[in-house]
C-alpha cells in the first residue's frame, strides 16, 4: 500500500474515532453555591447537554459526607426514578427534570444546618459518557438579640486587668461575631491592659451561642466611657450587624484636691441656725474618709456631710475639710470660712413702768447690740407711734398711757429680729369715758348692769350710790392699763338713778344713769280669766241638775208601774225574762234602809253575787 495512502486511512480513523468521542461527551453546569434560611426550602439546579437526549441518561444526586465519602440520594433513568431510603433526605427531596431545557432540580424542604453540605448531579450516557456538577448549599439562622451585662460593683485604677462585663448573643449560624466598643470605637489592645476571651456552645439544634466577656485596667477617663457590642453575622447574599445597649462602670480614682462648703443656710447665717457642711474631693475612692477641724475641735462626716446645730457668734471662723485615703494614707484638704451673726435682745431704758403726770414730757430709748444695721421701730396697741432708737412723749395725757413695744429688726437676715417693752402711767385726777347708754328703758322686776369705764392714776376708787344716798353692789370691776372698769346690777322696781363715783388723791368725777321702768301688758287680763272659770263651773251644775231630773223621771215611771217597792216595804219587782241580759237594780229608802239586789224574779240575790 502506498504510504501516502495509509497516512490518510490512519487520519481518517483519527478523526472518525474523535467524532464518536465528541458525540458521547456530556456538559453539566451548576452553581457554586445555594444559599437559605433555616426552615426553608431550597433549590439546586443542575444543567446538563448531551446528544443522547433526556432518553438516553441516567441522573443520580449524591452529597458528600463530612469524610469525603459520596452518599447516594436519588436515582433516575428512562424506566424509574428512586429516592434512596435510609437518608437525612429520604422524605425531604423531590426532583424534576425539564427534557427540553437539560434541566435538573432538586428540591430539599425544612431545611437544616446539618443540610449544609456539598451535593452532586451526576448526568450517564448510554455511550458511556459522563458529567458531573458540584454545588454547596449554605444554611444561615439570624441569631436572638444580643444581651450586655456590667460588672456590678465599681473598679479602683489601682487594679490590675479587671472585668468590665459580658455579651452573649444565642441561636445564630454560621457562628456570629463578637466586636467591643468603647465610646463608638473598637476595643484593641495589649493582654496586660485588655483581654477578650469568647466562649462558643453549639446547641441541640447546631446552632451557635457565643459569649465573650471583657476585661481590661481601667483608667479615670473611663468613669464617662460607654460599653457596648456589635454582633456581625452572616445571612443569604450579605452580612448584617446588630448593637447592644450601652452600659457605664463604676471607677473609682483618687482625689487630687477637696472642695469644701456651706450647703445651707444659703446666704448670711445668724445665731440659732444649723449649718450644715458639705466635702467632696474630685475623686470618689470608697476608702477615704473626710474630716472637718475648727479651733482644735475635730468632727467625723457621715457621707460627707456634717450639721452644726444652734450656731452661735463664737463659730465664726475658719473650718478646714480633711480627706483621708486609707489605702495610700495621702491627705488632701479644703477650707471655707463663716460668720455667724448676732442680735443681741434689745433693752429699753428707762426701764418701765414709768410715771409721769399729765401734760409732762417723757423721753424712752431703745438700743440692741448687733454684727448688722438695724431698724427700730415703736408700737404701741398694734399700731406704729415712732421710728427710731429714740420714743418722745410731749404732753402727757391718759392717751398716752399703756404699754411700748420696741422691735428692732435685721433687714438683710429673715426672721433676724428682737423686741422690748416698757408701760407708762399718766398721773391724774378721775376721768370717766361718757357713755351712750346713760338714759335707759326697762321694764319692771328686771336687772341691769351699769358699766362705768373710768381713767385715771393712781387707780380710781369707785363707789355706786342713789340719790339718797343708798349703796350699789359692785359686781365686778376690773384694772386696765388707763384706770378701772366697775359694773354694778341694778333691780328695776321704779324708775330711778344710779350714779358711778370715782375718786383718786388727784380728784373725783361722777356719772349718773337714769333708769325709766317701763310696765308690760299680759296679753290675759287676770279678771277675764275669773269670768272663764266661774261660768264653766256654772255649766258643770247645770248638766248635773239635768241628769238628776231625768233619773228622778225614770224612777217615777217605775214607780207608777209597780215596778219599784213603795215607801212602807219591800217588795219584789217582776218582770219578763229578757233574751239578753238581767237587770239589777239597787235602792236604798230614805231612812237608809239595807239595800236589796233584785233579780228578774223579784228574789234577793246572795251577797257573793254582788
Sequence with gaps: MDARV????IAGLVVLLHGLTAWALVEVNMEDRVEVFRGDTAQITCMFSSDDGIGGVTIQWFYVLRTGEKQKIYYE?????????????????????????????????????????????LIKSLTDGVGEGRTKLLVFEKPDSPTIEGFQTG??????????????????FPKPNVTWYRNNAPLRGADDVMKVVPSITIESSGLFSVRSELSMKVTKEDKDALFYCEVTYLVPGGTRMIETNTINITVYYPSTAVHMWVESPKGKIKEGDSIEFHCQGDGNMPSSIFTIKHSGEEYTMESNMYVLANVTRLNSGDYECVSLDTDTYEELSGT???????????VVAPAGPVEVDQGEELTATCNALSSLQMHTAWFKDGQAVSVGHTLMLKNATFDTAGTYQCVVTVLEVDGMETMATFGVKVKGPPEIMQSEHTDIEESLDSTVDLTCHVRGYP??????????????????????????????????????????NASNEYGADALAFNIKAIQTETAIPPKRIRKEGSGVIIAVIIICILLLAILGSVLYFLYKKGKICGRSGKQDLTKEKSSKDNIVVEMKSDNTEEAILLGVNGEKQPPSTQ
Excluded at 6 to 9: C, G, I, M, V, Y
Design 6 to 9: 495509509a497516512a490518510s486511512l
Design 77 to 121: 433513568d428512562a424506566t424509574m426514578k428512586v429516592v434512596d431510603r435510609g437518608t437525612p433526605f429520604t422524605d425531604r427531596i423531590t426532583v424534576n427534570v425539564t427534557a427540553a431545557t437539560g434541566e435538573v432540580v432538586l428540591t430539599i424542604t425544612d431545611v437544616q444546618v446539618t443540610d449544609q453540605l456539598e451535593f452532586i448531579c
Design 155 to 172: 473598679i479602683s485604677v489601682y487594679e490590675d486587668v479587671s472585668k468590665i462585663g459580658t455579651c452573649e448573643v444565642k441561636n445564630g
Design 336 to 346: 471655707t470660712t463663716i460668720f455667724v451673726d448676732y442680735l443681741d435682745p434689745a
Design 459 to 500: 387707780a380710781p376708787n369707785i363707789i355706786w350710790t342713789t340719790p339718797d344716798g343708798k349703796f350699789l353692789e359692785t359686781t365686778s370691776e376690773i384694772e386696765t392699763e388707763d384706770g378701772v372698769i366697775s359694773t354694778a346690777s341694778v333691780e328695776v322696781t321704779s324708775d330711778l338713778t344710779a350714779f358711778c
